[in-house]
Structures are given as C-alpha cells and as structure tokens.
C-alpha cells in the first residue's frame, strides 16, 4: 500500500508543475465537480440533447447489446447499469471502500505529480471509474463508458 502522506507532499510540490502537452490553465480558474450533476438510474431517463451527445460519440444509449455501461459527467458517476453479472462498474470511491487491495493499484499507473491537472485531481479526491471482471467470468458483450463534460469550467 502507497504511503498516502507521501503522496499528499509530492502532489502539493506539483501544483503549479505544467503539463508536457497543451495550453497551460490556471486552475484557480476550475473546479473538479460540478454542483448542478444529473443522475439518472436508468438510459432511457436521460433528456434527448444528452443522448445525441452521447450517439455523436460512439455511445448508444439505448444500452443494448452491451453488458454494461456506465457515463461520467464532470468527474462524477450519472449513470450505470449491468446487463449481466460477468462485469462489475462503479467508482473508484466504491471500488476502494469494497475491495481491500484496490489501494495496491490506486495512483500507480499515473504519478500524483506528474503536472498540475493530475495533483489537482488527487488532492480534491477527484472520482474515477472502476471495471472488474471477477475470475472465471465471461461476458460476450462490450462494456461501455463516456467521460463528458456537462459544466464549464470544469477540470
């Protein structure tokens, strides 16, 4: 398990780091969640401007022939619903407080300080989402996800 204190320091040295890649934001400008979040329980409750947004992107929102799927919109968990149990979806918040070993994995693949954005989501504990298909499980189905933005000035 990473030394969570340790990684708080590295992320707090790394605020005003920029990013290798793309324009540089000041991020006082920016919140990681919006106030105004929708939540829908299931696909068919989500307002036709929403679902165009989401078939101009690959995402049908129809949920069909998929075992699951699951929209992110600004940084928080709108949607997600499981066609079968061979797949499991929910939050990183979720995944950690159920699974005892997810902590083993939680900020490995990227480092806290690896620019600005990323120690900005750490230290406000941004959401993320979890996909787990349990041992000796099949599913012959795609699972789904979209990330959007439904806010502005949201990082």
């Not at 992107?57 to 149990?85: A, F």
């Not at 070993?101 to 989501?121: G, M």
Request: charge should be negative; proline fraction near 3%; aromatic fraction near 10%.
């Amino acid at each position: 398990m990473q030394d969570q204190t340790e990684l708080r320091r590295k992320a707090l040295k790394a605020l005003e780091k920029k990013a290798a890649y793309g324009d540089d934001f000041e991020l006082k400008n920016y919140q990681v969640t919006s106030e105004h979040m929708s939540n829908y329980d299931s696909l068919e409750e989500i307002d036709d401007e929403t679902k165009q947004t989401l078939l101009n992107v690959g995402v049908i929102p129809s949920g069909k022939e998929r075992s699951g799927t699951l929209i992110m919109t600004d940084n928080s968990i709108s949607h997600s619903s499981l066609s079968e149990d061979s797949v499991e979806l929910t939050s990183t918040r979720k995944a950690r407080d159920k699974y005892k070993w997810f902590d083993d994995y939680f900020w490995k693949l990227v480092p806290v300080d690896k620019d600005k954005y990323t120690a900005k989501s750490y230290l406000e504990n941004a959401d993320g989402y979890f996909i787990r298909a349990p041992a000796n499980t099949k599913t012959s189905m795609p699972v789904q996800t979209c990330l959007m933005l439904g806010s502005k000035n949201i990082s």
